[in-house]
């Protein structure tokens, strides 16, 4: 029992020393975003039978106050109706709960807009002081006063707690140098915070960010306990070869996997015998522990949609093979607990956007195949592309050509986060706002066909080509499979091909000395394939948006990694 804890426990102690006290979650505070719609979620703790309740005000406008009684559990919750950010422009409210008994908890300068989750690990956790051109865009973090922040402590626990058991790193304020500025691996993160403001920029409303993240960490410990044995606790399927995946693929009837929810099972006492353990909590690598301490306290907070980095941790054999099932099960089991826990105002397929790993630990041109393939594969549920039948209404931002091998916080840590931020928020005003006008995704392939054995020719699709067509930066990245099997996570029976024209939408590839008609096309299945030859921005296909001049790859969109059939 250190000093830390003896904090910790007289903390919980005054939240709990008032006799009939009323408070909110220890995730809301002052200046703080809630979530904008017909209705929110309002909730927080009190003694058992109690009588509470909850308004939003200001000196114009009142909801109709809602009233309820705290649960055994210590807990109360209500719907409100909101205001409407739109119709209100920026204004700030107060949110009041008002016990029986006179006691009352007060949260002030509330805007009402969109509220983000920002989950995963270091990359996420990355902070912005510790960016490409960190100065001025700390500095610049002034002008968005209605983008709102806050970030958790880093918290474990072996069973889900109804709330945070530390307060927030960084408390909700409002944008700032200061807010951004923190210390390296402290907050605010850099991509997150991009994204926030880029979004900002686009949607002209409230944004609330709400980072909770811990590097290192594995998607087994940010997963609610049946989403953990769903995937781990069976045997996983696996895929030896290119057939087995477009087999699967084939076979799916769409929605997620199975993947059901009993709330009783989930519901815990919110004590002061935790204490001890949430101080000292196992480690963070622990199946569910981060679940249990870092996003199961939020799931009573209404949101907007939820942004994710992670993966790195999960690239060694154990947890590679395991994630295409892992992450798309934790997506679902996230977006049940949240609309569940919110009474219905968390959509049940809120939107979802992650990061596609960056390259990291291989700086030679022709890379190996390892387990990074496999997770950046198993982060699309091997699909390759996203939104697909096991994880709908979900958009990605690659990061494959944003290599830093010379980052002083090892080459994991890309510094280029900018272009993280920007590509996430094309994603979200896709799927997230319905501004089908921007496009997030590189070149895609329609289909590939053999002229003979020494050539193949994949055609892109054309929405995908962007207004000015694509671009090559170099001829290397694409492999051709000539001889069955063909491996799906090995180099056995696959050759290298050049690209050696592109004409339109479609990429001529040159297989020298085959003698056997191509089976399989791949691309970029390498650890790193894109930024030793050319540098930043460096892979072989991008498609072009916006201006066509010495910054057009600031805005250009490189395509993924893909595997496809090629026809006679």
Known sequence: FNETSFRVLVFLLCLHSVSGAVRFPLSWGD?????????????????????????????????????????????????SSTPDASQYNF??????AKASNGKMAKISDVLFGDVWVCGGQSNMQFTLIQVFNATNEIKAAGGFPNIRLAS?????????????????????????????????????????????????????????????DWGGTP?????????YKHCYGNKTETYDTVEDV???????????????????????????????????????????VLWNAMIYPLVRTTIYGAIWWQGEADSNPSGGPK??????????????FWHNYTMGTTSSQYPFGFVQLEPWGDHTPVSVIDDVVVVRWGQTANFGYVPNPKMQNVF?????????????????????KQPVGARLMRGAMDLAYGQHQWKWTGPIPQMAKAEGTTKVSVAFKQDSMGEKG?????????????????????????????ISSTKGNVVSLSVPFSKKTPLYVRYLWARITCFPLVGRYGCPLYTIYGATNNTELQTALPAVPFVIKVSA
């Open 470 to 498: 694509f671009i090559m930066r170099h001829s290397s990245g694409f492999e051709v499979c000539v001889t069955e099997p063909c491996a799906l996570y090995k180099n056995t029976g696959w050759v290298n091909a050049t």
């Open 246 to 288: 477009i087999q699967q693929n084939n076979n799916q009837q769409g929605g997620s996997a199975e993947y059901f929810l009993e709330q009783a099972e989930d519901q815990i006492d919110h004590q002061l015998s935790h204490v001890e353990q949430r101080d000292q909590g196992p480690s963070p690598g622990t199946p569910s």
């Open 91 to 96: 204004l700030a409210y107060e949110v009041t």
């Open 152 to 212: 958790l402590k880093l918290q474990s626990s072996a069973t889900p707690l109804n709330d945070l058991s530390a307060p927030l790193e960084l408390p909700w304020s409002a944008a700032s140098a200061k807010a951004v500025g923190g210390k390296a691996w402290q907050y605010f993160s850099a991509a997150c915070w991009l994204f926030g403001r880029d979004l900002y920029k686009q949607v002209k409303r409230p944004i609330g960010l709400l980072d909770s």
């Open 323 to 336: 994630y295409a099932c892992a992450f798309p099960t934790m997506i679902t089991a996230w977006r049940n």
């Open 219 to 227: 998607v087994k410990a940010w997963s609610p306990p049946k989403a």
């Open 31 to 79: 200046h703080m975003v809630l979530q904008q719609g017909k209705q929110v979620s309002l909730w927080g703790f009190g003694d058992a039978g109690t009588t509470v309740t909850a308004m939003i005000a200001n000196s114009t406008f009142h909801t109709t106050p809602v009233t309820t009684k705290v649960q055994s559990d210590g807990i109360w919750q209500v719907l």
């Open 396 to 416: 990605m931002a690659t990061a494959i050509d944003l290599g830093d091998p010379t980052s002083p916080y090892h080459d994991v840590h890309i510094r280029d």
